[in-house]
T-cell receptor
Framework: QKEVEQDPGPLSVPEGAIVSLNCTYS??????FMWYRQYSRKGPELLMY????GNKEDGRFTAQVDKSSKYISLFIRDSQPSDSATYLC?????????FGAGTTVTVRA | ETGVTQSPTHLIKTRGQQVTLRCSSQ?????VSWYQQALGQGPQFIFQ???????GRGNFPPRFSGLQFPNYSSELNVNALELDDSALYLC?????????????FGPGTRLLVL
């Protein structure tokens, strides 16, 4: 079993829609949770970073962590064509990050 | 403040050859991690360097090795290249003033092994 499982997508939505991305993880020791955005042929860019359970909001982005069900989510409100990218969830295990496979999102103008 | 830089951007090698990839960490960042990202997959942790010592290692064979220099830049060396080593190799650095979990990635080196 992979440590982090992510809905593979791809996902295509019209501009202005809400994008919902999800991951599950198996290691209950994970405490830190991140979402990275990766544009084609670029390195991952840190979007959101949360510790333990709860919600965190940053502009149009909201990250949710439910440690009881080992489930993390990212919501993008009022999506824009510039949000088209691959989104990677990641969890931290001391010194290393464990990533999901990524979900490719396309926002249609 | 410059971000993480990597060189070269692209590289083509043949099976059995050796390759060295380079990374300059973000200014002031003393920890460097290396990841391998195969096409359509998330990055996989190779190893991390802190103060010129290996600080942790993922599930990669010994032919993957690294170095960190006093200026915190780093190299990834891969010997006896195999076809499956074709991937995007990412370097990430960590700000000592932030949590160790906050890693900032470079643009990567795309390696193709023929």
């Amino acid at each position: 079993q992979k440590e982090v499982e992510q809905d593979p997508g791809p996902l295509s939505v019209p501009e202005g829609a809400i994008v919902s991305l999800n991951c599950t993880y198996s290691n209950s020791a994970f405490q830190y949770f991140m979402w990275y955005r990766q544009y084609s042929r670029k390195g991952p860019e840190l979007l959101m970073y949360t510790y333990s359970s709860g919600n965190k909001e940053d502009g149009r982005f909201t990250a949710q962590v439910d440690k009881s069900s080992k489930y993390i989510s990212l919501f993008i409100r009022d999506s824009q064509p510039s949000d088209s990218a691959t989104y990677l969830c990641a969890q931290s295990d001391d010194y290393k990050l464990s990533f999901g496979a990524g979900t490719t999102v396309t926002v249609r103008a | 403040e410059t971000g993480v830089t990597q060189s070269p951007t692209h590289l083509i090698k043949t099976r059995g050859q050796q390759v060295t990839l380079r990374c300059s960490s973000q200014s002031g960042h003393n920890t460097v991690s290396w990841y391998q990202q195969a096409l359509g997959q998330g990055p996989q942790f190779i190893f991390q360097y802190y103060r010129e010592e290996e600080n942790g290692r993922g599930n990669f064979p010994p032919r993957f090795s690294g170095l960190q220099f006093p200026n915190y830049s780093s190299e990834l060396n891969v010997n006896a290249l195999e076809l499956d080593d074709s991937a995007l190799y990412l370097c990430a650095s960590t700000d000592p003033g932030q949590d160790q979990e906050t890693q900032y990635f470079g643009p990567g080196t795309r390696l193709l092994v023929l």
